[in-house]
């Protein structure tokens, strides 16, 4: 049963999270604007959890008495709900210690972060608060223009930025595909999906007769749902490389790879080196939007070892909002190709990755504010 105590200085909440993102989203959902962050510290599972689970964030929030009524019935309406679900969100009474700062993590330091670095920039500290990514927000803060743009009004603010943002998407370099495209990933990434759509396009819109080889690569990589995929579509599925036909643009070749692990560094190493033996030039890595940045991070570090030349993201639709994947296109050499939205393997994907990423970069509880900001500032 959860209590809650009044303080002299209003209400405490303990929250265990699994990211700084979804600590902001869920203070700024159920706590509202006025809450502090009092205290972050990493927290770990106890016996074989730690082994088997992520560490996660404890963070002590507080909300000033005036609101702490109407959180408290937040809270209690949402106890079933799936926002609280993992989270296990308790009210706490006593003494809120203030955390160590035993480490200069951005995680487990994005309170001071949010306070310190964002200090007198009203409009940085909205769009942290909204959930945008904390690099991306770096990224706009050190822009030549901002000491201009952050004295605009929000709405001219948002203007700014989705005009900054796609200049500078629009120099990322992009690659050209060949007509040997290898697709390669993390497992549970959405490959086989992601390979479904672009042969469904093959097909459908270009109206080519692609083949696929499966390459096992010294694990299994079994194909029945693919096959009969490919039979539906009339695309031809080899398992050998000595029975493939002659590739050319009218029948492209398409590689599709078993899952690479995270933890196996020659995975990905004995992938690039049968690439490399087929002269396969167009490498594709599918990455899950919807996982934290830092396992994005990880795979696109470890696709170097095959030298990935292009990037899909999946699960598009699945993300609260699109911020912290503009890094990602402007911090590496990987060309955007695609978005790819849900399970339908002949559809939703989208070349315009542009497009897609500004339609969810802004919540539309910011674009609401917007009226709120014009007529105050």
């Given at each position: 049963m959860k209590e809650t105590i009044s303080t002299e200085s209003g209400k405490k909440f303990r929250l265990v999270v699994r990211s700084a993102e979804e600590a902001v989203r869920i203070i700024r959902e159920k706590l509202g604007e006025n809450a502090k962050v009092l205290s972050v510290r990493q927290v770990g599972g106890e016996g074989l959890?730690?082994?088997?689970?992520?560490?996660?964030?404890?963070?002590?929030?507080?909300?000033?008495?005036?609101d702490g009524e109407e959180a408290l019935h937040v809270e209690n309406e949402d106890q079933g709900s799936n926002s609280f679900s993992d989270t296990k969100e308790v009210l706490v009474d006593g003494d809120i210690k203030e955390t160590?700062?035993?480490?200069?993590?951005?995680?487990?330091?994005?309170?001071?972060?949010?306070?310190?670095?964002?200090?007198?920039?009203e409009k940085l500290q909205l769009l942290y608060r909204s959930g945008f990514d904390k690099s991306l927000l770096n990224s706009i803060q050190s822009w030549s223009n901002w000491s201009e743009i952050c004295k605009l009004s929000l709405a001219e603010v948002?203007?700014?930025?989705?005009?900054?943002?796609?200049?500078?998407?629009r120099k990322v370099q992009?690659?050209?595909?060949?007509?040997?495209?290898?697709?390669?990933g993390a497992p549970g990434v959405g490959k086989t999906?992601?390979?479904?759509?672009?042969?469904?396009?093959?097909?459908?819109?270009n109206k080519n007769s692609p083949n696929i080889l499966k390459v096992e690569n010294g694990m299994p990589n079994p194909d029945d749902s693919l096959k009969i995929?490919?039979?539906?579509?009339?695309?031809?599925?080899?398992?050998?490389?000595?029975?493939?036909?002659?590739?050319?643009d009218r029948h492209p070749l398409f590689l599709d790879f078993p899952g690479l692990s995270h933890s196996n560094l020659d995975d990905w190493i004995d992938a690039g080196s049968v690439l490399d033996r087929l002269n396969v030039k167009t490498r594709i890595l599918v990455v899950n939007g919807a996982y934290e940045k830092e396992i994005i991070n990880k795979e696109i570090h470890l696709a170097r070892n095959l030298n990935a030349t292009h990037l899909v993201v999946t699960h598009f639709d699945e993300m609260n909002n699109a911020t912290k994947l503009w890094p990602l296109f402007f911090d590496n050499p990987l060309s955007p190709l695609c978005i790819c939205n849900g399970q339908n393997v002949t559809g939703d994907f989208s070349n315009n990755v542009l497009n897609q990423l500004i339609t969810k970069t802004f919540p539309e509880d910011l674009y609401a504010r917007t009226s709120k900001y014009s007529k105050t500032i």
């Open positions: 959890k730690r082994f088997v689970s992520s560490p996660k964030l404890e963070v002590i929030a507080q909300i000033l008495d005036e160590p700062d035993t480490s200069k993590s951005d995680e487990s330091n994005f309170s001071s972060f949010l306070e310190d670095q964002y200090s007198g920039d948002l203007k700014e930025i989705t005009v900054g943002l796609s200049d500078r998407f992009k690659q050209a595909t060949t007509n040997q495209i290898a697709i390669l999906t992601t390979l479904c759509k672009l042969l469904a396009n093959e097909v459908f819109i995929f490919c039979d539906v579509i009339g695309a031809t599925l080899y398992r050998e490389e000595n029975r493939l036909p002659e590739v050319s």
